[in-house]
């Protein structure tokens, strides 16, 4: 049984730095590409940034320079560091492992106000 669990979400100032967190069970995460999604009100998801089995990265252009999405094998979990954040950084982030059948965790708010 597949599990992602994202932590992280949190309210913060413009300009701030949060990472989240997307930990798995049931699925090494090393064998599949793996995107942090997010959905603003009123939106639709949208893919922010993914990294595939290789390790290579791949980032949306709203979000390049700023955020970062790693893995570290032996936690299974990847992480998405979040720099300069921006009122438009604000939504509901998801991840999801990618393959036959794609699994998706239940989110985690990111609220970017002063």
């Known amino acids: 049984q597949v599990q992602l669990v994202e932590s992280g979400g949190d309210l913060v100032q413009p300009g701030g730095s949060l990472r989240l967190s997307c930990a798995a069970s049931?699925?090494?995460?090393?064998?599949?590409?793996v995107g942090w999604y997010r959905q603003a009100p009123e939106k639709q998801r949208e893919l922010v940034a993914r990294?595939?089995?290789?390790?290579?990265?791949i980032y949306a252009d709203s979000v390049k320079g700023r955020f970062t999405i790693s893995r570290d094998n032996a936690e299974n979990t990847v992480y998405l560091q979040m720099n300069r954040l921006k009122p438009e950084d604000t939504g509901v982030y998801y991840c999801?492992?990618?393959?036959?059948?794609?699994?998706w965790g239940q989110g985690t708010q990111v609220t970017v106000s002063s």
């Open positions: 049931g699925v090494t995460l090393r064998f599949y590409v």
């Open positions: 990294i595939l089995s290789s390790g290579n990265t």
């Open positions: 999801k492992v990618g393959g036959p059948i794609d699994y």
